[in-house]
């Protein structure tokens, strides 16, 4: 992608000489932007932590804050002040704006501060140490002060050296790709792998200073004439740290096919750096991460646990990775016999499973491996170097998205080499080939009964895991000594679970965005406080699961399963389309409303974990297929239904404006064009009965699950003012005025769609298409945003048709429409639709027939009041492991329970009976 034209805004005296800073996604903003005018409405904002601490050893952290529509201009500046009154550092630049210009989301960067913090508009204080980027010669070298990093321009060296002061602590920074041509189903003896290193083909600097800086790098995997594996990394550093962070995309784009032994089947995948040793070997330290904040803490030359003792100051300055004195002064029973001594040069610490990981050492290769210890679930955290100097590291996530490993090697020579594996080369190799043979299923019509018993909607060839992608984030740490236990206990925490700055519930309500649809948890009658206690068991019984029923792994972890098997008491991970979720009915929007009105640290680290992964593995990011997600089932992307829903910007939008990932941007940002993928598959091409054949002009698309999908795409992209935002404002806009303009508004169901000109053609005839699914996927959310934004009465008023009808009796549909909706479902999900009409139209009946249907709703599938809101216990033989059931939930009504409750809550609150 090419970043849209630099632009500079005026700039205050005050920070007249201050770095600027830029991101393509932000609009071609001057992140240091001139302070305005605050208007009276625009009252400062108190930041938090999601957990307690602040930055701890982190690097620094980023925070996406909402304003209320017209509260600051574009040029506005922000300053920050820490719970002392003290000035914090900090960097600010736009990344959403209201219809009218103004501001509607700001992010901010600090490298800096511990505890509350205050915004306000003012003139940011300068950093102490500036983060500084020298793009001049042949690397990119960033400083923060504190470190120096220089980052390659093209090769297979990402990383050239990081430097703290005149001291090389670490070099040759570079991804390492194993490949398996061959697998074996069977017994087969030797196999044989061959390595691929990351070639750099672009490098690009998205912000420079002066709190944070950003380069984005992106190349793919190469061995002789082959190239593939593309990666994406971007590389972040803030002022007056000692650390840097690093965020890497793989996509898939290897061969894999079903009942074939060979393929391209990655063994092992990693990021690698090499470490200058300059200490004696007694004086070189290792540390690796076991449970919690536990350390294995040894020396590459230990000089403890022998049979002569050098001394208790000798030995406890080894343990506490402390230079040690001169060896004159120790006992000379060990200083002359130092050469008979074993030099451990290498260690090993894997994690094949999430629930067990060992450490092994060996002095050097072609030596016997030591086992030195396991545990359960290790950090992912490591350590070395020397009293001169050395390195930590550690991967996020680590035993969660196993199978990973962490290598450290010749730490007993010149220069030892570290490896974090995001897939671990002793664990089997990645095998993504489709489940199973088809079973027949040749054609539609066979197809169509396979999903009536499995619910898996199965064709040849769909199955395919190319274009699917995976990101992962590593933090790494330069040092000028072997740190503390106590610090790299720091170190390890921040690994674990990053620092994240928060915007408070009440500033996310005040500002008004997102539709308004959420407000904060309220108590304060019975039946209230019974639904907020059903909120928070539904989801801790979802947290709860993920750790009984192990939904973890590379590929996996942070998708939760569909459907369960009361018989088995076990989740139909197994069975179709009621296995993996994938985004089914939106759960990943109930998570996001229920933190934002929360402020929960959990909830938020497990919403989290699910955009990560729906946004990545759910979604193919190559191919014909790409802006297009796949339906739930067995595996991820098992499915041959290939649609907007599961793609949907909508799941991305609400960790984006709360962070400022640029990850997820990028996600948001490659669906802008998606309207293209109709013209390479028809999503409902089983169960057509008129002919179609895919048109430029004249494609087929429905109004809900499809439009939800591209409307998303084409009001993030507006808002963010990215690089086809022109094209994306009048997209959303003329669509909303020719669905607006069908004769049944969204009960017309779909019409044909001109990708040049961006319309739907208005059909001659009215019909009612509608689907109980056509709006639970992002689309009462969406219409919310759009309403609020933009004045098009004809639009409001289709909507809330659609809204007013769809929990209507059928005799009520059919007077208006001429003909009822058919046979439908999940009215409570529905319910908000009624609850959102009722306050937009102000109509009481709307506002009781809300509670009525989320109380009392005919779909069996609907939870009750009447549910027994428990769970049971599972042990002994029934199941796998020890735990609990509640045999009644279901990810769709869990996820549609969770909104309504939410929604009406919001809306008519006030008119529960």
Known sequence: MSPIPRRSLLKAAAVAGAAAQFSWALGAQDAQAAPGAEPADADPVTLDWLEDGGLGAAPGSTVGVPWPKGAYQKDQSFALTGADGKAVPVQSWPIAYWPDGSLKWTAHAVGSGNGKLTLAAGTPAAPEKKVTVDKSGGTIDISTGVITAKIG???????????????????????????????????????????????????????AGPVRAVVRIDGKHRKGGRSWLPFSIRLYFYAGADSFRMVHTLTFDGTQEPAKASGDFIRGLGVRFQVPMRDKAYDRHIRIGGDGTGLLREAVQGITGLRRDPGAAVRTAQFEGKKLPDPATWDQRVTTRLQYIPEWGDYTLSQLSADGFTVRKRTKKGHGWIGAGGGRRASGFGYVGGASGGFSFGLRDFWEKFPAQLDIRDAQTDTAEVTLWLWSPEAQPMDLRFYH????????????????????????????????????????????????????????????????????????????????????????????????????????????????????????????????????????????????????????????????????ADIFRFAEAMTRHTGEVDVYHLGKWAGLGTRHGVQHYADSAKQQRIANTTYRRYYYFLTADERVGDLMHANVDSDETFL??????????????????????????????????????????????????????????????????????????????????????????????????????????????????????????????????????????????????????????????????????LAARAWRQFYNSADTWDYKESTDWSTKKIE???GLVPGSEAAWVSTNATALYGLAAIQNLALVGDKMP
């Open 153 to 207: 321009k093209s090769g297979s060296t990402i990383v050239k050296s990081v430097t703290r002061g005149s001291t090389e602590i670490a070099k040759n920074g570079r991804l390492v790709l194993i490949r398996q041509p061959e697998i074996e189903d069977e017994d087969q003896g030797a196999v044989k792998t061959e390595r691929f290193d990351g070639a750099v083909s672009k490098v690009e600097v998205e912000q």
């Open 437 to 600: 043979d088809g079973m027949g299923q040749d054609t539609y019509p066979e197809q169509l009964e396979g999903l009536n018993i499995t619910y898996e909607d199965y064709e040849p060839g769909f199955g395919t895991p190319y274009g699917i992608a995976r990101t992962s984030e590593l933090l790494f740490w330069a040092h000028d000594s072997t740190p503390s236990a106590e610090a790299m206990a720091q170190q390890v925490e921040a690994v674990r679970t990053p620092p994240q700055l928060a915007a408070p519930p009440q500033q996310l309500i005040k500002a008004g965005v997102f539709g308004k649809l959420f407000s904060a948890p309220d108590r304060s009658t019975s039946a209230k406080a019974k639904i907020e206690d059903h909120l928070d068991f539904l989801f801790t019984y979802y947290k709860d699961q993920v750790e009984q029923r192990r939904w973890y792994g590379f590929w996996d972890y942070g998708d939760i399963m569909h459907s369960y098997d009361p018989s088995r008491h076990q989740w139909c991970y197994d069975v179709g389309g009621y296995a993996w979720d994938n985004s089914e009915l939106s759960p990943d929007l109930w998570l996001w409303f229920a933190y934002m009105r929360s402020g929960r």
């Open 680 to 845: 390479v598959l028809d999503p409902i091409r089983k169960i057509r009965t008129e002919p179609y054949t895919p048109d430029r002009n004249a494609l087929s698309i429905g109004f809900g699950t499809d439009w939800s999908g591209l409307v998303s795409a084409w009001l993030t992209e507006w808002e963010r003012r990215g690089p086809k935002w022109e094209k994306a404002k009048a997209r959303v806009l003329s669509t909303m005025e020719t669905i607006a303009a069908q004769p049944n508004g969204f009960v017309q169901g779909n019409a044909l769609y001109d990708l040049d000109t961006g319309k739907f053609a208005i059909a001659a005839e009215p019909r009612v298409g509608v689907s109980h699914l056509s709006a639970m996927f992002g689309l009462v959310e969406l219409c919310a945003e759009l309403i609020d934004q933009i004045d098009m009465p004809k639009f409001k008023e289709a909507w809330l048709d659609y809204c007013r009808y769809f929990n209507a009796t059928k005799a009520e549909q059919k007077a208006r429409y001429g003909s009822d909706f058919g046979s439908l479902l999940l009215f409570q999900g529905h319910s908000r639709q009624d609850a959102y009409a009722a306050v937009q139209a102000g109509d009481d009946k």
């Open 876 to 878: 002994g033989p029934t």
